[in-house]
């Protein structure tokens, strides 16, 4: 398994920016296909953006398209989130997964069974 931690959370007005940062242990981080999740409190946990491990390709949910950007660097086993025009709705626990068995370059996972990897997760806290 590959060890995950998260960190960039923190406590933001609506409209403003934080960036997520999940670092990655593990000589083949290269290779692994990486996504974040959110759960809020009484809800289940949500799919928000996946990247390849090619880097090449990425998707997002319909709820963050245009505001978050997933990127990856390979050099410092790290993949990040860039949340933009934050929202009350977009408070949650973020976590960052990893699937760690090679599956082709373009290919992105969306579903939380599809990963085997789990960060503990960083509040992200946003206020009207």
């Known amino acids: 398994q590959v060890q995950l931690v998260e960190s960039g959370g923190g406590l933001v007005q609506a409209g403003g920016s934080l960036r997520l940062s999940c670092a990655a242990s593990?000589?083949?981080?290269?290779?692994?296909?990486m996504g974040w999740f959110r759960q809020a409190p009484g809800k289940e946990r949500e799919f928000v953006a996946a990247?390849?491990?090619?880097?090449?390709?990425?998707h997002y949910s319909d709820s963050v398209k245009g505001r978050f950007t997933i990127s990856r660097d390979n050099a410092k086993n790290t993949v990040y989130l860039q949340m933009n025009s934050l929202k009350p709705e977009d408070t949650a626990v973020y976590y960052c997964?990893?699937?760690?068995?090679?599956?082709?370059?373009?290919?992105?996972?969306?579903?939380?069974?599809?990963?085997?990897?789990w960060g503990q997760g960083t509040q992200v806290t946003v206020s009207s």
């Open positions: 593990g000589r083949t981080f290269s290779s692994y296909a």
């Open positions: 990247i390849s491990w090619g880097g090449d390709n990425t």
């Open positions: 997964a990893a699937h760690g068995t090679r599956i082709p370059r373009t290919v992105v996972l969306i579903r939380t069974t599809e990963y085997d990897s």
